[in-house]
Nanobody, 119 residues
């Protein structure tokens, strides 16, 4: 089982990035997917989540209206479109899979991708 994040990097304030997370080794369409982020010295916090079918999403208040989570079950990939980025969005972003539907007792994590928002 693998979750492989990509798309992180350095971006100026106000800019955009799209993170991708490709899944391997499990039935992707049976898992809810989420993006978490971790600031230095802090615990991981939920950024956005999407259910296994893609019809339901949820967001942290701090990113509502700026970030959009989506998934393509034909490509076993989940995305996080991040717009209007702020310096306080700087963090390591992790992909998470939880399932299999209708259960939620299995968790998979990616290794993370660094997003730096700075001028």
């Amino acid at each position: 089982v693998q979750l492989v994040e990509s798309g992180g990097g350095l971006v100026q304030p106000g800019g955009s990035l799209r993170l991708s997370c490709a899944a391997f080794g499990f039935t992707f369409s049976r898992y809810a997917m989420s993006w978490y982020r971790q600031f230095p010295g802090k615990e991981r916090q939920l950024v956005a989540g999407i259910n296994n079918a893609g019809g339901r999403t949820n967001y942290a208040d701090s990113v509502k209206g700026r970030f959009t989570i989506s998934r393509d079950n034909t490509k076993n990939t989940v995305y996080l479109q991040m717009n209007s980025l702020k310096p306080e969005d700087t963090a390591v972003y992790y992909c998470n899979a939880q399932g299999p539907y209708p259960y939620s007792d299995v968790d998979y994590w990616g290794k993370g991708t660094l997003v730096t928002v700075s001028s």
